[in-house]
């Protein structure tokens, strides 16, 4: 069984400042990772997402995250943050070769950014 | 344009009366699945389909049926609903199943409150 943890609940932060969004993972078998992230009212949109390869991914609007298999961490982070990335970040793992396509998602990180 | 649809997306019922939440997707993806998202607990998955009339339980699929009779529709049903489903409701759909990696798209939400 897999579980995914983020550590922060929520992490406020002033603009252009750097973040860091914290999820760990816990899994006995190989997984996909994955971040997704939560605007008011709206579903959860893919950020970004490692499926094999170079262990640093980066998504179009600045945000990176790396993969660090023996630490089981897959920490979001932006060098510059802007007062439209106030959302909800999800980190989320799904089993490499499942067939039930399932995410096991964290708790979620509430990113306020602050002018 | 292509998207996930649920309706309503806000719902205010009474224990027991029996309710059915909408999906639809114009992607002609096989996946369908359904998460509730709670605070502090992330999402966990409800019920999923692999193509039309498969469908298999997920992590919490208790008071809840789903069915797939054509591939574009995935409706959640709630028998009797219970204030414990007071919750936010997510659908989900993929391209395929069998482990690929491929993003999901998620409906906007269906906030449902049972009292």
């Known amino acids: 069984a897999q579980s995914v943890t983020q550590l922060d609940s929520q992490v406020p932060v002033f603009e252009e400042a750097p973040v860091e969004l914290r999820c760990n993972y816990s899994s006995s078998v190989s997984v996909y990772l994955f971040w997704y992230v939560q605007y008011p009212n709206q579903g959860l949109q893919l950020l970004l997402k490692?499926?094999?390869?170079?262990?640093l991914v980066e998504s179009i609007n600045g945000f990176e995250a790396e993969f660090n298999k023996s630490q089981t961490s897959f920490h979001l982070r932006k060098p510059s943050v802007h007062i439209s990335d106030t959302a909800e970040y999800f980190c989320a793992v799904s089993e490499l070769g499942s067939n039930t396509g399932k995410l096991i998602f964290g708790q979620g990180t509430t990113l306020q950014v602050k002018p | 344009e292509a998207q996930v649809t649920q309706n309503p997306r806000y719902l205010i019922t009474v224990t027991g009366k029996k309710l059915t939440v909408t999906c639809s997707q114009n992607?002609?993806?096989?996946?369908m699945s359904w998460y509730r998202q709670d605070p502090g607990l992330g999402l966990r998955q409800i019920y999923y389909s692999m193509n039309v009339e498969v469908t298999d339980k997920g992590d919490v699929p208790e008071g809840y049926k789903v069915s797939r009779k054509e591939k574009r529709n995935f409706p959640l049903i709630l028998e009797s609903p219970s204030p414990n489903q007071t919750s936010l409701y997510f659908c989900?759909?993929?391209?395929?199943?069998?482990?690929?990696?491929?993003?999901?798209?998620f409906g906007p939400g269906t906030r449902l409150t049972v009292t």
């Open positions: 989900a759909s993929r391209k395929g199943g069998n482990g690929r990696a491929d993003e999901q798209y």
């Open positions: 490692y499926l094999s390869g170079s262990t």
């Open positions: 992607m002609n993806h096989e996946y």
